[in-house]
């Protein structure tokens, strides 16, 4: 028995279209007995999509705000700073060598 697309499309919820197909195919013992692991695997799945893009979005607004700063003020980017730091350190005065 082939469930055709219209039929997809009509259930909204995946758990109700899970339930239908496994009564159509008179598996209600496994629907029984692994009904709560199919749920479980489920929301596994959507909670780890859900974190994955969350977490990509987060990177690109950290990028945006870098890219905002870089251009208002255009100064020296930090690992210049940080250069021009060392080196004036190195050309420091040693008290030592008097």
Do not use: W
Not at 28 to 44: A, G, Q, S
Not at 58 to 64: D, I, Y
Not at 91 to 97: K, L, M, Y
């Amino acid at each position: 028995m082939t469930i055709s697309p219209a039929e997809i499309v009509m259930y909204y919820d995946i758990l109700l279209y899970i339930c239908d197909f496994v009564q159509r195919i008179d598996l209600m013992f496994f629907l029984r007995e692994n009904m709560n692991d199919i749920i479980k695997l489920l929301t596994n799945r959507m909670t780890k999509y859900e974190v994955v893009t969350q977490s990509s979005n987060v990177k690109k607004e950290r990028e945006l705000e870098k890219e905002e700063d870089s251009e208002e003020n255009p100064e020296k980017d930090p690992e210049e700073k940080s250069k021009g730091k060392q080196c004036k350190a190195d050309e420091a005065p040693n008290p030592g060598s008097d």
